[in-house]
């Protein structure tokens, strides 16, 4: 009888713990996304006027192995949505035009900066940047910065991922890139391109207080 009134007991508490614990979508909060990067793949060899390996199958940073007939080669690449391989001219010597390889992902994104979004929403301030600043002419992510396009530089998220932003004073909203890396002024949190902070509203005040939320994290893998 004893046995049975503990293993009731035991029950009961069980039910009620279980009934006040929340699921991450009654909790508002999400998984930790990844940037996805495509494990292994095949490509025809194409040689562009590129300082640098590009693909749209892998993050900025990935470390991958390019097999050919000749030899294979571990090289960084870096996305780039218009080609599924292209090489700089100088990796002639390695493969012939047209050449199918096979190219392995050895590791996804950059090796200190891990392909993975630690938060989905997060409010902060936002700065802006760009003109007169000394900034330069090229972002972290090795694209050339261009102020009138939806970016901005983040210190957590990986490059391409793709966020909603809302100015939390007027309710205005953009979408935007992770281009680049910063703020590096204390208790700032995002630094916006002069575009993406004009639609915002937050050009003349200069720092706004701004709800971020990722849509897309990494760069869209096709």
């Known amino acids: 009888m004893v046995r049975f009134f503990l293993l009731l007991l035991v029950g009961v508490v069980s039910l009620f713990i279980t009934s006040c614990v929340k699921t991450p979508e009654e909790t508002g909060y999400k998984k930790v996304e990844r940037a996805y990067c495509n494990p292994k793949f095949g490509a025809y060899v194409r040689f562009c006027n590129t300082r640098r390996p590009l ?22 690449a870096y996305y780039d949505s218009r080609y599924t391989l292209c090489l700089p001219k100088t990796y002639k010597r390695f493969f012939y035009p047209g050449e199918l390889v096979k190219v392995i992902t050895l590791r996804c994104g950059y090796s200190k900066n ?6 989905t929403v997060k409010e902060g301030l936002a700065s802006w940047y760009g003109y007169g600043d000394g900034s330069g002419r090229w972002t972290a992510s090795g694209r050339p910065f261009k102020p009138e396009t939806f970016g901005l530089a983040n210190k957590e998220l990986p490059f391409g991922t793709l966020v909603k932003i809302t100015n939390l004073e007027n309710g205005k909203t953009v979408y935007a890139v992770v281009l680049d890396r910063g703020p590096y002024v204390k208790g700032r949190d995002f630094d916006l391109y002069p ?7 937050g050009i003349r005040k200069g720092v706004i207080p701004v709800r971020v939320e990722v849509i897309r994290c990494g760069w869209q893998i096709k």
């Open 114 to 119: 891990k392909p993975y979004c630690p938060w």
């Open 195 to 201: 575009k993406t902070m004009r639609v915002l509203g």
């Open 55 to 76: 693909s749209n199958q892998v993050q900025d940073g990935s470390l991958i192995a390019i097999e050919g007939n000749r030899r294979t080669i571990k090289v960084a």
